[in-house]
């Protein structure tokens, strides 16, 4: 696979002047008049937010709204979880242009499929302009159970805690997701998006650039997980899915059904396991037991 990224260094914040207004020696529900409060004049830090739309053999397939970092890596797991390639071997050639705002991705050995649908217009949940234009690339195969792995209770608080120590962007700015991809007990990636899709997009994308093995990977996320982020794990083949977040009901019928092992509200004092496959859990519920 060849990768030309033109782009240059984009800006990942901008500071603003703002004023703060705090209630005055009151609590806010007591504050009944100007005078009860503070002023003060401050510089807040915002994400910058990039628009890039994506290519796939000349035919415009996605346009994802992003922060302007591991903009290439975004684009090849997008298409990955989205089920659009196999693997990096389908890949060509990826493209970013200067202004990060255009990708181009070209494909061997697959033509441009005639539409089978009328326009698709798909929206994910966090993202409001993030959208697929024309699925036609997908290859509609069914998903397949992923093959769980033993995990372990200390090493999940422990990643819980690493996770609470915060990542650059999201401290700054209160606007980011961030997701960490871990290979055993080591941390490989962390990357932080506007999007918790677009973060989970990113670390699958970086793996898969470094022919990482995705079976044998855990992602932590900060987001929630609807169906469409297990969906993503499950497609990836990645076993384990933790998040500091909650789940919904679907999203844990799903994970049971495919055997992804899912792990929310996971703190560094407590967790929920709400999937969990090879019974580590239960295991050390009836060792508690004893």
Not at 80 to 105: H, K, N, P, Q, W
Not at 182 to 200: I, P, Q, S, W
Not at 210 to 239: E, N, Q, W, Y
Request: with cysteine.
């Amino acid at each position: 696979m060849r990768v030309f990224d033109a782009s240059q260094p984009i800006e990942e914040e901008k500071v603003y002047d703002i004023i703060r207004l705090n209630p005055s020696g009151l609590a806010a529900s007591q504050a009944t008049d100007e005078a009860a409060c503070t002023a003060s004049v401050e510089e807040d830090y915002l994400q910058t937010e990039n628009a890039v739309r994506v290519y796939v053999n000349g035919t415009l397939t996605m346009t994802l709204m992003c922060s302007a970092d591991h903009v290439i890596e975004l684009v090849l797991g997008r298409l990955f979880t989205e089920g659009m390639i196999d693997s990096l071997d389908e890949v060509d050639e990826v493209y970013l242009c200067e202004y990060a705002t255009r990708a181009m991705v070209y494909l061997h050995d697959r033509e441009t499929p005639r539409p089978h649908r009328s326009h698709v217009d798909v929206v994910p949940s966090c993202c409001t302009f993030n959208r697929t234009l024309d699925d036609s690339w997908v290859k509609n195969e069914e998903l397949k159970e992923v093959v769980p792995i033993k995990w372990s209770i200390p090493w999940v608080f422990k990643m819980a805690h690493i996770f609470e120590a915060d990542t650059p962007m999201h401290k700054r700015t209160f606007g980011a997701h961030s997701c960490y991809l871990a290979l055993g007990e080591e941390v490989l990636y962390c990357c932080e998006d506007l999007g918790r899709h677009n973060a989970f997009d990113k670390v699958v994308g970086c793996a898969l650039r470094d022919g990482v093995d995705l079976a044998h990977c855990t992602i932590f996320t900060s987001g929630r997980i609807p169906t469409d982020m297990v969906v993503k794990a499950i497609r990836a083949g990645i076993p384990t899915l933790i998040s500091k977040a909650v789940p919904t009901d679907l999203t844990v019928d799903m994970a049971r059904r495919y055997r992804l092992t899912l792990i929310c509200s996971a703190h560094s004092d407590s967790l929920k396991v709400f999937s969990d496959p090879l019974g580590v859990a239960q295991s050390f519920v009836k060792v508690s037991a004893v």
